[in-house]
């Protein structure tokens, strides 16, 4: 909708400041046209905005003195061939930084605005082990090293996104329970910060299924799906949820935690203390046991989960009974609480992602089979299971993307070029 400049208000101070938010909104408002529709002409993207040409001028002005667009030619059009100024997104120069810690490595994936990616890399780490303060330095350590690539490729860190299996309190930065990690209370944000130092780039965190869920609805293999679950993979098993094209939250920012739905009193106890939850059937450290039990979690150090996972698969390729038997339960368990979510949220698909996609062969079908069994709208929810492509790097993928949406929204962050003249810039 067009962004409209109100009504001056009594106050100077006042003023100032509902023009600064207003322009703050119009220029992201121009830079979200751009990111979905590719290069446009200035009167383009006015047309499309609702903005008046001479504001979009203005504004274009400033985003290219920002370095966050760049001219890409002439467009012709009409019998005349009247010229016409194209634009396109840029933001080669700032980048974005996602990191990922879990129960058994950290991850980091940064790209730049134009989304060239700088830097992919996962360590395997015994975060599970080894606390919270030994788990940040090792986190501060990676990120350091990334945010080094980063600014050698010629791209200014603008934040760091992390992601954290566990609740998180988003507006502080801080995990307020992480089961599988152990941590309660952990200011994240503000202890990154200080590993990190030099106050190189503000730090925001959020839950990894979340984040994961945002990088399948924006760039995935569900991508575009407006009802949708996302769920991870790991040594415990979170949720993003994805209601009528956005990230459902609940009242206080703690929805998903589908890993600790009660689905077997009798069961095993979870890292979060309960008995049964559904993650002690379906995450990663539930199928090792079951398969691989001399390889258990806490028998010794933690490899990386792509070794996990290989020696399952391998498992499968020779066709050992005890392995097939443990993938062919977490299937079923995985169907029993996918049809909760399926009578829950009503999904049009449920994306598996991290060690659940790498074995999707062998865990969809009897997983399919005992969703369809237990909904009670049967066929008609047309819910299927979908693998994710995205693997282990879904939420340092979504992590970024995060930093991705905080530069949209307030282009003026970056960079601190003055307005330039738009007497030359105008085009048409």
Known sequence: MAQRRPAAPAGGGAQAVGHASLRRANLALVLRHLREEGSCSRSDIADATGLHRATVSNLMAELLGRGLVREVGIEHIGAVGRPRRAVALDGSHVGVLGTEINVDYVAVYGTDLAGRVLVERRVGFDAMGMGPDRSLKELGRVAKEALDDLTASGAVPAGIG???????DVARGAVSFAPNLGWRDLPLAERLQAE?????????????????????????????????????G???????????????RGADGFSGEVGHMPVDPTGSRCGCGRVGCWETKVGLAALVSSATPERAYGLGPAPDPEERVAEIAQGLAAGDPRVMAAVAEVGR??????????????????VLGGYFAKLAERLIPPAQAELERLVIAGPAARCRFLASGLGFGAASRGAASMVVEQVINDPTAIGSAPIASTTNLAGR
């Open 162 to 168: 992390v992601a954290v299996p566990g609740l998180v």
């Open 196 to 232: 990190i130092g030099d106050g190189r780039a503000p730090v925001m965190v959020d839950n990894d299924a979340n984040l994961a869920a945002l990088a399948e609805f924006t760039g995935g293999v569900a991508a575009g799906t407006p009802d949708m679950v996302y769920l991870t």
């Open 234 to 248: 790991e040594v415990g098993v979170g949720g993003g949820i994805i209601v009528a094209g956005a990230l459902l």
């Open 333 to 350: 368990w995985l169907g029993l609480g996918g049809s909760i979510l399926v009578n829950l949220f009503n999904p049009r698909a449920i």
